[in-house]
């Protein structure tokens, strides 16, 4: 694999991980949207899942150089990350 097919693909294991555990804490999936695809912003990108809670699981990455940084965020309702 190199640098530029790393994507949330590559990631899918400890995604897959954190947003379970995420879900479980927060009451299951969103009855009206569990889940958004790739969001794109410039050179920065992220998947977000809702809970039925309100809360929202965002996944962030981004490629600088040949370095991939990613990060998750907890957004608690009506807040702004």
Known sequence: M???D???SAFSLDQEERVRDF???HGGPASNEGRRGDLDYGSRRWSEV???DGYTLRCEW???GS???M???EIAPESTP
């Open 50 to 52: 809702y809970a039925a």
């Open 6 to 8: 790393l994507g949330p």
């Open 62 to 64: 981004a490629k600088v």
């Open 2 to 4: 190199t640098t530029s």
């Open 23 to 25: 879900l479980g804490r």
């Open 71 to 73: 990060k998750f965020i």
């Open 67 to 69: 370095e991939v940084h």
